[in-house]
Every structure is written in structure tokens, then in C-alpha cells.
């Protein structure tokens, strides 16, 4: 795409494989903060080059488009900077012409969101990774909406994650890439992790595995890989996923991290006031679960989302 | 005063403040109408309409305003993001959130959802609501009104906003969020009047916007004009042919940028072009060369018309009712 400076932003893909077989694409960075696809992307590039060297064979395509928001993630911003448009928002998007407007306010986001849905729709499996935002900690999860959970279950047990969301969603996730792909017949996995603007090392490792047990199971990677096991992971729903909000406001000090068992009444974190000294608030699970969400942005409104937790029986 | 502030919610800050969100009430019969205004940080057109009718109405209650009389009450909402006016943001500051996405909210969620369901209550008595609001950032609108849904609604009394445009418009995924549809959803129409820019104020069109709204309040009962009483403000010639016109999504014609560089219009807002009358250039800022020339692909009226340069191919440049 030309800037209004007659240079370019391009949308970069990198390509292995020999063609002959399933075609796989990563997507990241459609939120310019998020960055954990970096490195997920950087480790596959490496591995697949170095896989290609020792003369072993690729089936098919995997594509990496690492960086599919590159203004807002040259900006360190997490939207179509001009404008502020949640590009996960401007799907499946426009060509850009008379004919087919965007449906609000300025349409750059939304040629850009169209031109890389028109290039995805040709794929046999897209995983979109996201990091969640500048507030929220994630485990490694896939996220999936109700109505293609089969996807979901096809794929799940080769992702290497612990939890699966299968969520209803307001209408407005219609207007995400994920969406917009399984609607349109390409299976579409979207995977959370990690926190804005960080890279999680540990996460980015967890879905790496994933992704090569994906690609085991596309047929893609075969031969001397160690099998992957399968994960089993835990579905989250709409009717098991508990939401902790705080009661007052101050800022926010963790306990622990995020991923693992909680027991109804452990303290997972303290809101506290900077000037008197004292503990305004002890955060603590409600429920005995899974602990997939942690507040990551130490400043808290009454009512901020402090955690999430698949309440387990 | 007889105004009477009342305080919808007020937010418990991280640092041991609180923030009030305040509404005010005039009147004590039926029908209520209600005004809401100031979601977006960055609007002044709304905040400056608000001011004038809050003085007007406490004139009326006071009886310092002859001839005219309230029947029903008016409430209005001046700054429905006061931190966001407070600190030059367009959304809510601290997380980015549209207050105006987040109906109908949750009375304990995240700051913007309690926003949105404290508001949604207090509407819980009107019969309509007037949504004042600029277009984006980048453009300038002719005052006009965009009535969201399918639902019925008396053209009558959006034409009575004596506006150039009432734009019938298909509901999107993204604007199920917005106090618009929410209210539509419970039955009371909402009509969104947009007018001018952000980050200033436009007086022609705010007092067009007022006149229009103390028009449409004797035209629903609200408020009672003595016969012989003039206008509350003098009535100026109306810079656009009345009464205005309904138009559906298919009389908007959409002009998109083909290319990337610098506009610079040529026509104003309000102009009523013909097929292939200038709108403006497109031209390279570094190299010197003019890129492209903008113009009307068929006849219809200028009511919104880009005012931020940088253009990106398939920017949005203007639209016209056809
Ligand atoms: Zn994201």
C-alpha cells in the first residue's frame, strides 16, 4: 500500500515448502501492540530454513505474515494509527472502490483488512495470534467462537495449550479476521497469549510445539520429528468461565502469574493505596479452577477485570 | 437555576478522587425527551448546543422567557466522557474504550460498561433521545440526522429538525454498541444529529442545531410556543432548502480516494454539485506533481467532505446525497 509520502507499506510474507500439499498460514500482529508473534514467527523461519537445509522435505505451504499491522506496530500503537481503527474490526474489508465503500469513516484499514483476507482465503489452516492487550495476562489458549467449535475440535488436541475457549459472541466479532475466514470455509484458529507489548518467552515456546504438531497433523512435517503428544486441553464456556472484577480502585500487585489450578479463597493478588499504606482489597479466586486470566496493568477502576477462571467441579 | 443536577454515577478513581457524571433535568410533565452529548473527548460542537439549551430551558422554567412554556421535560447530559474532555481524548483515556460501543453495559463491569448502563437507566423514562455528535475526525458534516434500525419512525418528526438530511441508515455489526441502537432495541427512537468537526466549535451550525432541536420539542409536545411568540433565536435565512430530504444508502454516493497523497478541496460542505464538478486534488506532497483530480460522479449534495488531508487509497473523501 502507498503512504501519502508516495512510499510503501508492504504487507511481507515468507514462504516454505514445496507446494505439493496443505497450505498453513501464521498471522500476528493484526494489534500493532501485540508481539509475541515475533518470535513464534522467528523460531518457525529458523526451524523450517534449517529443516529445508538438512534436506528434508516440506509438503505443501507454510506462510508467516508475522508483522500484518506494520504501521501501528512501527508506532508501538495497537490500531490502524491513522484513525485509531481496530483493524480486527474492518473485516472481511473492502477492495477499495466506489462500488464496495467501507462501511464507517476512513478506508485505508479497511482495504488493507481486505486485501489480506482476499490472500488468506486460500489456505487449508490460519492460526491469528494475538497477546491479549496492555492489560490482561493470558495462558497460551485458543479462542473459537460457538458456532465453529468443530474447528476446534478438529485442531485443538494438536496445539500443545491448556485451555480452549468456546465463546457466544456480540455481533461485533463478525467483524473479526477469524470470523470472516471460517465463514468463508478456512478453518481459522485464533490463539491468545502473554500481554501487550511483551514478549513471554515460555508461552512463545508452548505454542512453537503447537504449531509443528499442526503441522504434523496437515501433513506438512513428517518424518523425523519426535511425535507430538497429544495436549487435552480444558474447554472454556460460556457457562464455566467465572469473571473476578475488583471493588475499588488503586493499583494492583500479582501474587502469581497465569496457568495453572486455583482453590476457591486462594489469594491470587492485593489492590493497594500509595498513600495511606494500606491493603484496599485482597483479590481472591471465588472458585476452585483454572486460572487463564490475570490482571496485567497494575492500575484498576472499580470493576476492572482482575482475572478469569474455568470453575472446575 | 432550576436546573437539576443530578448525578448519574460517579467513578472512583485510582488515586482517591471521584468523577461525577452529571444530567440535567428541566421540567416535571410528559413526554421526556433526552439529550445526550460529549462521548467522544474531542467534540465541542455538543458541549456548546447543551450550554445554549440548558440557559434557554432555565430561562423558560424561571418564566423569564415570554410566550414560552415546558410541558414535558427535557433532560441533557452535556458530558457523557468527561475525562476524555478533561484530557483531550476522543475515547475513555485510560483504556481506549467507546463509551458509545458499550451499551447497553454493565452496571459492574469495566468503567465505560457502568458508564453506559448508569446513562441507559437514567433514559429509562424518555420517549426519544436527540444524540449530539461531530462525524470522525476527519471530516466536517453538514448537520444532518442518521436514524439507525428498522424501526418505525415518523419522518414528521425527524424533518422537524429542520436539517438538510435525514440518512435512514442500515445498522453495522460494530454500531450494535452505540446508545443509538440500544435505545431503538427498547422503542424509543434516537436521532443522531451530526454537525461539524472536532477539536472546535461551529457556530452556524450549533445554532442551526438548536434552533432545530427547540423546533422538534414543539413539534412533540414538549415545549409550548405562545402563537405570536418569535423564535427563540432570530431566525436567520436557513443556509439549505427546507423542509429536508429522507434519503436511504442507496442515495449516498461515497467518493474514495483512488490514490495516496494530499487533499486539498475545492469545494465547501453544503455545495450542491453536478456530475463531475470539482471536489478537490489529490496531490504528491514530496514530489511536486498534482496525483489526481476528485470529482463528483454524479450530482447530489456535499454533507460530508474530509478535512483531514493524508489520504490513503480508498480513503474516504466525501459523500453526497443523491
Ligand atoms: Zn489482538
Known amino acids: 500500500m502507498k503512504t501519502p509520502l508516495q512510499e510503501k507499506i508492504g504487507l511481507f510474507e515468507s514462504s516454505f515448502g514445496d507446494g505439493a500439499g496443505k497450505r498453513f498460514a501464521l498471522v500476528s500482529g493484526i494489534h500493532g501492540d501485540e508481539l509475541d508473534g515475533l518470535y513464534l514467527s522467528y523460531h518457525l523461519a529458523r526451524f523450517l530454513r534449517e529443516w529445508e537445509s538438512a534436506g528434508k522435505s516440506i509438503r505443501g505451504q507454510v506462510s508467516l505474515i508475522p508483522v500484518a499491522n506494520p504501521l501501528a506496530t512501527a508506532a508501538t500503537e495497537r490500531f490502524w494509527p491513522f484513525g485509531q481503527i481496530d483493524v480486527n474490526r474492518c473485516f472481511p474489508g473492502t477492495n477499495g472502490t466506489a462500488a464496495d465503500p467501507p462501511p464507517q469513516g476512513e478506508g485505508a484499514s479497511h482495504v488493507w483488512a481486505g486485501a489480506l483476507f482476499e490472500h488468506l482465503k486460500g489456505f487449508d489452516l490460519v492460526v491469528d495470534v494475538h497477546s491479549s492487550n496492555l492489560f490482561l495476562r493470558e495462558c497460551p489458549q485458543i479462542r473459537v467462537l460457538n458456532r465453529y467449535r468443530a474447528v476446534a475440535e478438529t485442531y485443538a488436541d494438536h496445539t500443545n495449550v491448556d485451555v480452549v475457549w468456546v465463546h457466544d459472541a456480540p455481533t461485533v466479532i463478525e467483524t473479526t479476521l477469524s470470523c470472516n475466514l471460517n465463514a468463508a470455509g478456512v478453518p481459522t484458529l485464533v490463539v491468545e497469549m502473554g500481554v501487550g507489548l511483551r514478549i513471554q518467552k515460555e508461552f512463545v515456546e508452548i505454542v512453537f510445539q503447537g504449531v509443528l504438531s499442526l503441522l504434523q497433523k496437515l501433513g506438512i512435517l513428517s518424518g523425523a520429528l519426535p511425535p507430538a503428544p497429544p495436549s487435552r486441553p480444558i474447554y472454556a464456556t460460556d457457562q464455566n468461565v467465572r469473571y473476578l472484577n475488583s471493588e475499588s480502585g488503586g493499583f494492583f500487585v500479582p501474587d502469581i502469574s497465569v496457568g495453572f489450578k486455583v482453590e476457591q479463597g486462594q489469594r491470587i493478588g492485593r489492590i493497594l493505596d500509595a498513600l495511606s499504606g494500606e491493603v484496599k482489597e485482597d483479590v481472591a479466586s471465588r472458585w476452585n479452577g483454572y486460572l487463564f486470566t490475570i490482571r496485567a496493568h497494575p492500575i484498576v477502576y472499580p470493576g476492572s477485570l482482575m482475572a478469569r477462571v474455568i470453575e472446575i467441579a | ?322
Request: overall charge neutral; charged content about 20%; hydrophobic content about 45%.
Open chain 2, 1 to 322: 437555576m432550576s436546573a437539576r443536577p443530578e448525578t448519574i454515577l460517579s467513578i472512583e478513581l485510582p488515586f482517591n478522587e471521584n468523577l461525577a457524571f452529571y444530567a440535567f433535568t428541566f421540567g416535571a410533565g410528559d413526554p421526556e425527551v433526552a439529550i445526550t452529548s460529549g462521548f467522544y473527548g474531542d467534540e465541542y460542537n455538543g458541549l456548546y448546543v447543551c450550554h445554549k439549551l440548558i440557559g434557554f430551558l432555565s430561562e423558560v422554567t424561571e418564566g423569564r422567557a415570554a410566550g414560552w412554556r415546558l410541558k414535558g421535560r427535557v433532560k441533557i447530559f452535556p458530558a457523557l466522557n468527561p475525562l476524555g474532555t478533561m484530557a483531550h481524548r476522543r475515547y475513555w483515556p485510560f483504556d481506549q474504550r467507546d463509551i458509545n460501543l458499550s451499551f447497553p453495559g454493565v452496571s459492574m463491569g469495566e468503567t465505560t460498561e457502568r458508564i453506559a448502563a448508569a446513562v441507559l437507566a437514567s433514559l429509562r423514562d424518555c420517549r426519544s433521545c436527540i444524540d449530539l455528535c461531530c462525524g470522525s475526525r476527519f471530516f466536517e458534516e453538514l448537520p444532518h440526522i442518521r436514524l439507525y434500525e428498522s424501526i418505525a419512525m415518523p419522518d414528521e418528526s425527524a424533518l422537524s429538525f429542520n436539517l438538510p438530511i435525514v440518512w435512514r441508515r442500515h445498522s453495522t455489526p460494530l454500531l450494535t454498541g452505540s446508545l443509538a441502537h440500544n435505545l431503538n432495541l427498547r422503542g424509543v427512537p434516537t436521532f443522531v444529529l451530526k454537525f461539524g468537526g472536532t477539536d472546535r466549535i461551529d457556530p452556524l451550525f450549533c445554532e442551526r442545531v438548536y434552533e432545530g432541536i427547540l423546533n422538534y420539542f414543539v413539534a412533540s409536545g414538549v415545549l409550548e410556543k405562545r402563537a405570536g411568540t418569535g423564535p427563540a433565536a432570530p431566525a436567520a435565512e436557513s443556509p439549505w432548502p427546507l423542509p429536508g430530504r429522507i434519503i436511504w444508502p442507496k442515495d449516498v454516493l461515497s467518493v474514495l480516494s483512488p490514490a495516496a497523497g494530499l487533499f486539498v478541496a475545492a469545494a465547501a460542505l453544503g455545495c450542491r454539485l453536478e456530475r463531475g464538478a470539482l471536489i478537490g486534488h489529490i496531490v504528491d506532497p514530496v514530489g511536486g506533481g498534482r496525483i489526481a483530480e476528485v470529482s463528483a460522479p454524479a450530482p447530489g449534495l456535499l454533507f460530508s467532505l474530509r478535512s483531514n488531508p493524508v489520504l490513503y487509497a480508498g480513503s474516504l473523501i466525501a459523500r453526497l446525497a443523491g
